[in-house]
């Protein structure tokens, strides 16, 4: 009795893949099965491509954020490089005002990458530190003793703590080719 059973489920089960096979990889596709795969098309069109496509959007933006980022970075670094020297063969006020002005643009950019990239923060606290300290050797040099080696090293551990995380940021783009070169 139980063989007679299992022989005519095997039996169903077989008609049943075997219509479904007929339906899907026959000649007619019935109605019926037509209207489903529109209307499932269409719901998919409608709901599902545009939140890819917000998806793909938002990540451009950030991207193109960080790279502007990256950049304003990479110009203040490059003109304080420029600035500071002059200020410490000259020690002229306008030299130092210079300074103090790209320092703060800078520490700015590193605030607005702080709250981009968030995995990076201990970077940029990093360089944000040694930014104040470059600062703070600009506002007291050539009083209280500060003599150009120190505000030249700060100034070193300021471009290299710039590159590190300059290198890092693009890795973390998706552009590390570009922080290879």
Known sequence: ????IDDATTVKKNSIWCHLWSVFCGEKIPVWLSLILMVAGAATTYWLAP?????FEMQSVKRQFILSNLDSLNVN???????????LDGNDDKSRAEALEIITA???DSVRLNY?????IDEILEYQKSLEKLNVNIL???SDGYRSENVMNTLKSVSFQALQLYR???AETGIAGAANQ
């Open 116 to 120: 981009t990239i968030p995995n990076r």
């Open 51 to 55: 939140r890819i496509n917000h998806s």
């Open 168 to 170: 890092g940021i693009l």
């Open 140 to 142: 007291r040099f050539p």
């Open 77 to 87: 670094t490059q003109r304080l490089l420029k600035v500071v020297p002059k200020l």
């Open 106 to 108: 800078m520490q700015f």
């Open 1 to 4: 009795m139980n063989k007679e």
